[in-house]
C-alpha cells in the first residue's frame, strides 16, 4: 500500500509461497517473510528477505530446519529468529543458522509466535507450551492446568516485562516472572 494502491508479490515475483505467515522487518529496513509450505501446489516455502528491489529465499538448502516458516522476528541484538512448523526455531546471524529443537530445551517444535521482553529474553509460542531463550539456556514455565494445556498460539513481551500468553482453549495468561495468572470467559474474556 502506498497511500493510493495495493501492490500484490507473489511467486512469481520471487516470493518462497503465496501463504504469507509472519513478516518483520530488519534494522537495515529489509522485510523478511515467514511462508508456508506449499508441497501441493508445486510451491517450496521458506523464508523470503527483499530488499526493496527483489526477493532472496532461504530454505532447508541453506540451513533453515523447514521449509514451512511460521513466524519471524529480529531482536534488538541484530539476531533474527525463525519459527518453523515441527521442526523447531532457527536463529540466523546473516551468515548461518543455528537451529534449535525440543532437543535443546524448546517446550514444542511447532514454533507459533516469537517475542523478546525488556531483558533480551527471546519467548516462544509452541504446541506445547511457551519456552524462553536467556541466550544460555531454554526454560519453560510451568503454566498449571488452569492456563490450560498444549498449544499456545500467540504471545506478546508489554513494556513492564510482563508476557501475555494466547492458547487454544485456555484463555489469555499473563505471566510476570514469577506468577500465572489466566483469564477465560469467566473473567469476562470474549
Not at 517450496?44 to 511460521?70: C, H, K, M, Q
Request: glycine share 18%; net charge negative; with cysteine.
Amino acid at each position: 500500500w502506498d497511500g493510493e494502491r495495493f501492490t500484490t508479490y507473489t511467486v512469481e515475483d520471487g516470493l518462497a509461497d503465496n501463504t504469507v505467515e509472519g513478516i518483520c522487518q530488519d534494522q537495515q529496513g529489509n522485510l523478511w517473510f515467514a511462508t508456508g509450505y506449499g508441497g501441493s501446489r508445486g510451491l517450496a516455502g521458506g523464508l523470503s528477505r527483499y530488499d526493496g528491489e527483489r526477493f532472496t529465499t532461504f530454505t532447508i538448502a541453506d540451513g533453515l530446519p523447514s521449509n514451512w516458516v511460521t513466524s519471524v522476528l529480529e531482536s534488538r541484538s541484530g539476531a533474527l529468529w525463525i519459527g518453523t512448523l515441527g521442526r523447531g526455531v532457527s536463529r540466523y546471524d546473516g551468515k548461518s543458522f543455528a537451529n534449535f529443537s525440543e532437543r535443546d530445551g524448546l517446550a514444542g517444535d511447532r514454533v507459533w509466535a516469537i517475542a523478546e521482553d525488556p531483558r533480551g529474553n527471546m519467548w516462544f509460542a509452541t504446541g506445547r507450551g511457551v519456552s524462553r531463550y536467556d541466550g544460555v539456556r531454554w526454560t519453560s514455565p510451568d503454566r498449571g492446568e488452569e492456563a490450560g494445556s498444549g498449544e499456545v498460539y500467540t504471545l506478546c513481551a508489554d513494556r513492564e516485562g510482563i508476557l501475555w500468553l494466547g492458547s487454544g482453549g485456555g484463555g489469555l495468561s499473563r505471566y510476570d516472572g514469577e506468577h500465572l495468572e489466566n483469564f477465560t470467559a469467566r473473567e469476562g474474556l470474549a
